[in-house]
C-alpha cells in the first residue's frame, strides 16, 4: 500500500502517540470530530493500525517501520538535536530513566541502573529487563551509551527537559 506524504505523516503520528484516543488524534490533524478520525484512519491507514482490548489506538510494527517514527516519542525541543519534548513510556523505563544519572554526570552500568530502580520503587525487575529499558529510551533520544569496560548509560537530556507519560504498555 502506497502512502500519501499526509497519510505518512498521520500514521506517524499514530505511532508517536500510541496508545491513543480518536479526540487525540483530532486534536493532532485538526479534525472536527471522532468519527472523521474513525473514518481516516479506516479509509486511508487500515492496514497499519488496530484497537487493543482497552479501544485505543496502536500502530502495527509495520507503520513504525514506514515512517521510521518512534513510538512514544512526541515533539523535538525546536533546537534541531532531536530531543522529544514528551516520551510515552512503560512504567519501568520511566522508572530507569528517574533514576539514571544526569548528562553532566558519570554514566553508570545496567547494574547500578537496576540497583537504583530497586532502591528507589521497591520492585525487582531483571538485569535483561533494565538493559532493554535503557536501549529503548536511547532509541527516543533521551539516553546515551557511553563505551568504557563495559556499555554504561547516562541522559543525554536533562531531567526536566522532557515530560515523560507512563502507558499501560
Known amino acids: 500500500m502506497s502512502l500519501t506524504e499526509e497519510e505518512r505523516e498521520r500514521l506517524a503520528d499514530v505511532v508517536r502517540l500510541q496508545p491513543t484516543k480518536n479526540a487525540e488524534l483530532e486534536a493532532a490533524w485538526g479534525l472536527d470530530s471522532g468519527s472523521e478520525v474513525h473514518h481516516y484512519l479506516e479509509d486511508h491507514l487500515g492496514d497499519y493500525y488496530y484497537r487493543d482490548d482497552d479501544s485505543l489506538i496502536r500502530a502495527t510494527p509495520e507503520a513504525a517501520e514506514v515512517t521510521g517514527a518512534e513510538p512514544g516519542v512526541e515533539g523535538d525541543d525546536g533546537d534541531g538535536d532531536g530531543v522529544p519534548d514528551r516520551i510515552r513510556v512503560p512504567e519501568l523505563q520511566a522508572q530507569v530513566f528517574a533514576v539514571l544519572a544526569g548528562p553532566d554526570e558519570r554514566s553508570e552500568s545496567v547494574v547500578s541502573t537496576l540497583h537504583g530502580v530497586r532502591d528507589e520503587f521497591g520492585v525487582d525487575p531483571s538485569a ?42
Open 128 to 169: 535483561d529487563e533494565v538493559r532493554s529499558a535503557l536501549q529503548a529510551l536511547r532509541r527516543k533520544n533521551v539516553v546515551e551509551v557511553i563505551y568504557r569496560t563495559v556499555p554504561t548509560f547516562r541522559q543525554c537530556v536533562e531531567r526536566d527537559a522532557v515530560d515523560v507519560e507512563v502507558t499501560d504498555g
